[in-house]
């Protein structure tokens, strides 16, 4: 189910729709980015643990189970440092955690107690916006689309709160390529400015990024992005902002009348969103056989790969958005 | 304490289907800590599992529709099995079969293996068209599969009642006569959740299994009826969240209680809760009789 919502089918494209239902939010809010650890990582994440950090982990053996690379994630209390409203119904929260700050790459993401009761049961995913390993420090955005995160606006500073993190596989930045396009659709934002950081850092030179938005005040991280990156465009469903169109069409222009020298060899796009506009972006990749990652949405119990309910079809049978992505190869996803 | 001859450290074991098959938890909790890990239902060959979604919250619950995803015997004994085994704690095996051959079979391919401590029949699972909760809502059905388990293996066997049922008694009584060691009380209600909006039920299929705090009066009150009426140990469990939620149930009549649920809400559960038994048997004494 995507973040917008229980009716995908419904929603427009690029859009960003809040839900009436009050469980949305259980599925990974906003999903976002950046490249992943390197191999040998593990034993610096242990080393780390037997540091002088106080945390639940009491089980270091990781590192000699796993093949493949991988971060170690804890669960730890982390104190609320700031706790802003943004919009109508846009936060940020920024927490501490030495750990996580240290240990993120974009587009992973955290799962966050949102009361101490036991209704609503389920934690909340909600992606990696920005971290300071300088400052130990990690921000979430967050849009209220249900109670979870509804609940989560009443925590004020010096509070703590129980999250799990940093979770999942996030994006690979290829330093081979020239031209990066990040496509976001409404909440997607949010770990896509770590990840054009990210890309900032391996040297990469043309980044563009798309943002599609239902109306004007729903565009988000503008001026972060314009800093950041070579051209930012932007749509919005009644054109209130930008052009006006779904941000998957607009990515379809952008590729054929606005890149000065296109090469599709030399391209990647990465799109976070509500799951439509994502399978827009693959059908479009696909057809100009550029690279596509995108950060799938599905509910999610445990968010740690234990419940399998996070199931997603892909050529290689279900993968768990939890833990095998939620960053996914395009080609990889079977659609419905 | 022992439990029809499972020798664990504590009452406390995790629930079949709630934590993988150990790897996922043991970035966060020191497995050696649990009563006994219950492994997530292996069935002869491997399943893919159900359409997403699979899982909605509903109130204080979960409603999921897994299907029983796994990779089969043949993966799970050589990939799970060896690495459960580096552990000091029980292994019990959760079985799950689409025909009374399927049981006996996967029963017997376990009985080879040293580090199999008991085998939990999967009687109960609500989300598979085939077996699963088929055999545990008729007394018949019950009786043949538990017997062809117990004639395939000499390891303490335990019967996973589903609470679908008219009378869970009658059951649980069926599958001790059928040579059960322990019942395991209780798998999920089953439920469905509908968006208003569609029309269409939340799960990709039409129902689910309901878990969590919400199950938790239906779970204590068959658990306390199975307990009066079986000679066999019974485990507790549905929407054990806490130490004292634990304790209901053994207050109950339950020899050892299972957390399922809440190990996707606290990676820490299963050990808290065995703390915070651990507390109120030092607080009251005589309260519990652990043999």
Not at chain 1, 132 to 148: P, Q
Not at chain 1, 242 to 265: A, R
Not at chain 1, 328 to 336: Q, S
Not at chain 2, 26 to 45: E, F, H, M, Q
């Amino acid at each position: 189910m995507t973040q917008g919502g229980s009716n995908p089918v419904k929603k427009a494209r690029g859009g960003f729709e809040p839900p009436d239902d009050c469980f949305a939010d259980s599925s990974l809010n906003h999903l976002g980015t950046a490249p992943r650890e390197k191999a040998g990582d593990g034993v610096r994440t242990r080393d780390l643990l037997l540091g002088k950090q106080k945390l639940y982990q009491l089980s270091y053996s990781r590192d000699i189970l796993y093949d493949t690379i991988y971060t170690m994630p804890i669960q730890e209390r982390c104190r609320i440092l700031d706790h802003q409203k943004i919009s109508a119904t846009l936060f940020k929260l920024t927490l501490a955690s030495s750990y996580i700050s240290t240990h993120a790459s974009p587009g992973q993401f955290v799962q966050i107690k949102c009361s101490g009761t036991n209704d609503p049961l389920l934690r909340r995913p909600i992606s990696l916006h920005r971290w300071s390993a300088e400052h130990k420090t990690f921000e979430l955005l967050y849009e209220v689309v249900g109670r979870g995160t509804e609940l989560l606006t009443k925590y004020s500073v010096n509070e703590e709160l129980d999250i799990i993190g940093p979770l999942g596989s996030g994006f690979t930045v290829d330093p081979t390529k020239k031209i990066h396009i990040l496509v976001a659709g409404g909440m997607g934002v949010a770990p896509l400015r770590a990840l054009a950081e990210a890309i900032k850092g391996t040297g990469g030179k043309a980044i563009y990024v798309l943002i599609g938005s239902r109306s004007k005040e729903a565009v988000f991280c503008e001026s972060d992005f314009r800093k950041l990156t070579d051209q930012v465009v932007i749509s919005t469903d009644d054109g209130s902002a930008g052009k006006k169109g779904f941000v998957s069409d607009i990515l379809l222009s952008f590729l054929e009348n606005e890149l000065t020298t296109p090469n599709s060899e030399l391209t990647t796009i990465y799109a976070c969103g509500p799951n439509p506009m994502l399978k827009a972006i693959a059908e479009i990749a696909w057809q100009k056989k550029i690279d596509c990652q995108l950060s799938m949405e599905e509910r999610m119990a445990c968010g740690i790969g234990a419940c399998k309910g996070c199931a997603i079809k892909t050529k290689g049978g279900f993968k768990m958005v939890c833990k095998d992505g939620p960053v996914f190869d395009a080609k990889e996803i079977v659609w419905n | 304490m022992e439990l029809a001859g499972i020798k664990m450290k504590n009452p406390v074991m995790v629930a079949s289907g709630t934590f993988g098959n150990g790897r996922e938890y043991n970035d966060y909790i020191d497995l050696n800590k649990l009563g006994a890990i219950i492994t997530k239902s292996v069935t002869l060959l491997p399943r893919e599992g159900n359409p997403s979604p699979r899982i909605v919250e509903t109130p204080a619950g979960l409603l999921n529709s897994i299907g029983l995803q796994n990779e089969g015997i043949d993966y799970f004994l050589k990939e799970d099995l060896p690495f459960l085994a580096k552990f000091d704690t029980p292994i019990i095996v959760n079985i799950a079969g689409e025909s009374v051959e399927e049981y006996a079979e996967l029963a017997r391919r376990l009985s080879k293996e040293s580090m199999v401590k008991g085998i939990e029949v999967n009687i109960s699972c609500p989300n598979v068209k085939l077996g699963g909760m088929t055999f545990g809502v008729d007394p018949k059905l019950t009786k043949e599969v538990i017997s062809a388990v117990r004639k395939a293996t000499t390891q303490p066997i335990i019967a996973k009642l589903t609470p679908n049922v008219t009378d869970i008694k009658v059951i649980g009584l069926a599958a001790v006569e059928a040579g059960a060691d322990a019942l395991s009380a209780i798998n999920t209600v089953v439920g469905m959740a509908i968006d208003i909006e569609t029309g269409r039920s939340r799960l990709g299929k039409l129902t689910g299994g309901l878990s969590g705090p919400a199950i938790r009066p239906i779970a204590l009150r068959m658990v306390y009826e199975l307990a009066h009426s079986v000679k066999v140990p019974v485990i507790g469990l549905g929407g054990i969240m806490s130490g004292s939620d634990a304790v209901e149930f053994l207050l109950a009549g339950a020899k050892a209680v299972q957390v399922g649920t809440a190990n996707f809400v606290d990676t820490q559960a299963s050990v808290r809760i065995a703390q915070e038994i651990a507390e109120y048997v030092h607080r009251h004494p005589r309260a519990l009789n652990f043999s």
